[in-house]
């Protein structure tokens, strides 16, 4: 049987490297596409996802064995990947700028309708929606989580999650038809 | 089917196209007679195949980056002397074996510096202006309390933080 997230936890909290490089591992997709669906470039979000696991990792003490670890890195990864957000928009109103993530006015639907493959087309859809509701859907649709764990991780209730996902859904049928 | 079923339907169509539903004859009953959620379900498949993964790599460099950092935090991994700034180095507790009440502490907005015994009311401790509301998040059953404000603070901030607590503590400063 696979080792479960909560044993490594307790693991890497007495110093096991191998515990703390498979917690790593285990988490690196979930956390980078938060943080992608956040920044929605590619490498913000590489800085994103590390400094969230150092910051997770220094805080280990903080985690409660009753909370699932993925949905505590996540928000964990949110919160950092806001924050950068929010450094960006400072900066905006500066006349330089350099590798900012792309701005909501930037990505159109109409550009990402010229992608001839389905699949890729829906995934640039989703780029395109307001940030609350394709965070929404990618946390149920990718990785799963209830409406309450959405919330907790996007900072709304478990409502707003679950209104959230389905306008978001409801506009990507429309884009893509 | 009667159409009452589709709120219900809807919300389980992801689980469904990952195949986690322990019993999906209700979704699938309802899916072949209601062409609404069958093409939701269809849109849930086609998000979901185009699912990104980190880059190739990224995994490593964070584990790594990690384990420098937990080692350079115990002391356990000394770094050249060279690196060592004269006076900063010190007997450090690891910042992931912090107390959970500490960090409780810094997440409810408590003043660690009122510990001390030298409180200055009129400046604020710079880790606790930099919250924002919003940034602390506690569900009702504490499912994640503490940990998204730790997250919002600066390095800087959280360095003074983790410095104050060593005073608390009785370190060496
Ligand atoms: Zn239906």
Redo the contacts between chains.
């Keep these: 049987m696979e080792v479960t997230d909560a044993e490594l936890v307790e693991r890497a909290r007495s110093g096991d490297a191998r515990a703390l490089d498979e917690l790593v591992r285990r988490h690196t997709d979930a956390a980078f596409r938060v943080a992608l669906s956040y920044v929605r470039e590619e490498d913000t979000a590489r800085d994103v996802v590390q400094d969230a696991f150092l910051k997770a990792f220094r805080a280990l003490e903080t985690f409660r064995g009753d909370a699932a670890f993925k949905t505590w890195l996540m928000t964990i990864t949110a919160n950092e990947a806001r924050g950068v957000l929010r450094k960006t928009k400072r900066w905006k109103e500066q006349p330089i700028e350099e590798a900012a993530p792309v701005p909501d006015d930037k990505i159109d639907p109409a550009s990402a309708a010229v992608m001839s493959d389905e699949v890729g087309r829906a995934r640039a859809l989703l780029q395109s929606l307001p940030e609350k509701q394709r965070l929404s859907v990618s946390l149920r649709v990718d990785e799963g989580l209830s409406f309450r764990e959405i919330g907790a991780v996007i900072g709304s209730s478990e409502g707003a999650a679950r209104v959230n996902y389905f306008h978001g859904i409801r506009r990507l049928r429309e884009l893509m038809e | 089917m009667i159409e009452s079923n589709c709120g219900e339907v ?2 389980l169509l ?2 469904h ?2 195949g ?1 539903l322990a019993d999906p004859t209700e979704v699938v009953e309802h899916i072949a007679t209601c062409a609404e959620c069958g ?2 379900l269809e ?2 498949r ?10 190739d790599g ?2 490593s ?3 790594a ?3 420098a ?2 080692s350079l ?2 002391g356990s991994d000394t770094p050249p002397a060279a690196a060592v700034e004269p006076g900063r180095r010190r007997s450090v507790t690891p ?6 009440a500490a ?2 502490a810094l ?1 409810l907005g408590v003043g660690v510096t009122s510990s001390l015994g030298t409180p200055d009311l009129d400046v604020a401790p710079e880790y606790a202006s930099e919250l924002e509301e ?2 602390l ?1 506690v ?1 009702g ?8 404000a ?3 603070l600066s390095d800087e901030a959280l360095m003074q933080f983790l410095d104050e607590l060593q005073v608390i503590d009785g370190g060496a400063a």
């Design positions: 809807r919300e992801p689980l196209a990952e986690a093409a939701e849109l849930v086609v998000l979901a195949a185009s699912r990104p993964a980190a880059p990224l995994a460099t964070i584990s980056a990690v384990l950092d937990a935090a115990s910042w992931w074996q912090l107390t959970a960090v409780a997440a919003g940034d998040f569900s059953d504490g499912l994640l309390a503490g940990a998204p730790l997250e919002a």
